[in-house]
């Protein structure tokens, strides 16, 4: 396993998705090596966009020796388990005791930094003895842990409201004393940044009279551009803070669900791009044109906010940096201390 901070620190991930974590990783430097996922949907897109090994596969079925020996293991497990927009049962869920698998392997492989990213609701869930669990592991396994709850449109300049915790930890204490927290940055990007009010989209992303049963709702409450707007259930809500709603999973159940936005062409819901975008994806990413949109939706609602994970990856990088520039510092000045004993000690005058 590489030592040095640098370009050859090795990433494998878990929970993969489409790739979201390991795109900021490798944007921040990061080689990204070994990916597992168990949706064969979002296993097409991560194909599309990363040519590291990918087992599409259960992590139940994933055996530690499987994993390459890496610096970085990253994952961001089911969050459902814990959301307030799910059950809220947590590791009496399914997609919650995968947490567990995730421990094994990081126990096993003992990588010199772990990264986890899940929902706010995490540190709260089951009045805060989920998140105990999850730092008792990690910290009986050697780890230090940094927990952070950002907002995208804080720490990511991505104009959606999504707040999200993010676990680091480091198995060496001075890496994580090396850790610089990343401050707040101003909101630059915009809705319409996104948004092309004027292109002509396709006709199935049109909310129409004929096919709407709430389309007289829609029509009377859609009214500012600057803005988007969900259904809920029986009203319109707009978003008064000009930002995007979070993007959720089920997004890809209903359809009603996707954020909706008034435009010159009419009353639609955004694009699966669209979403992929505020979730800061780069428009290069690529969406398989033959996937239905349900799953598109599914797993952009189920992604990662990636400027934020570039934020945190390059902080990772700049630690670990620290770290070992000063201990090759000291180790030079170790040997070069010993050598000027060594030459005084040959030539002292006795």
């Not at 079925?61 to 307030?84: H, L, M, R, T, Y």
């Not at 979730?279 to 598109?296: C, N, R, T, W």
Request: aromatic letters at 10%.
């Amino acid at each position: 396993m590489p030592q040095n901070g640098g370009s050859n620190m090795k990433v494998a991930g878990f929970f993969a998705g489409v790739g979201g974590i390991e795109l900021g990783f490798k944007q921040a430097g990061f080689e990204i090596v070994w990916s597992n996922e168990i949706d064969k949907k979002a296993a097409i897109t991560f194909k599309c966009n990363h040519s590291n090994d990918l087992i599409v596969d259960d992590i139940n079925n994933i055996k530690s020796e499987e994993v390459p020996c890496v610096d970085v293991i990253v994952g961001g497990f089911p969050c459902q388990a814990f959301s307030v927009a799910g059950y809220r049962r947590g590791f009496e869920d399914e997609r919650g005791e995968v947490f567990f698998q995730l421990a094994r392997i990081i126990k096993n492989k003992k990588p010199r930094v772990i990264f986890i990213e899940n929902v706010k609701n995490l540190l709260s869930h089951d009045k805060g003895n989920t998140y105990k669990v999850i730092k008792e592991t990690f910290e009986s396994y050697g780890y230090n842990l940094k927990t952070m709850v950002l907002n995208a449109s804080e720490y990511g300049n991505i104009p959606q409201n999504r707040e999200r915790i993010y676990i680091i930890g480091f198995l060496r204490k001075e890496d994580l004393i090396n850790f610089r927290s990343i401050e707040p940055e101003m909101l630059t990007k915009k809705i319409s940044d996104i948004v092309d009010y004027n292109c002509k989209v396709d006709d199935k992303y049109y909310y129409k009279e004929n096919s709407c049963k709430f389309y007289d709702e829609l029509k009377e409450n859609v009214t500012n551009k600057d803005t988007l707007y969900q259904w809920r259930r029986t009203y319109v809500r707009e978003n008064k803070s000009n930002l995007c709603p979070t993007l959720t999973a089920n997004m890809g159940t209903g359809g009603h669900n996707v954020p909706i936005v008034l435009t010159k062409c009419g009353i639609r819901k955004l694009t699966p791009k669209e979403c992929f975008m505020f979730q800061g994806y780069p428009s290069e990413f690529i969406l398989p044109k033959d996937m239905a949109v349900s799953h598109l939706y599914k797993q952009a609602g189920n992604s990662v906010v990636v400027p934020v994970i570039y934020r945190l990856a390059s902080e990772i990088m700049n630690a670990i940096k620290r770290t070992d520039d000063k201990e090759d510092g000291a180790n030079s000045l170790s040997e070069k201390m010993l050598y000027n004993n060594t030459y005084i000690n040959k030539h002292a005058i006795v």
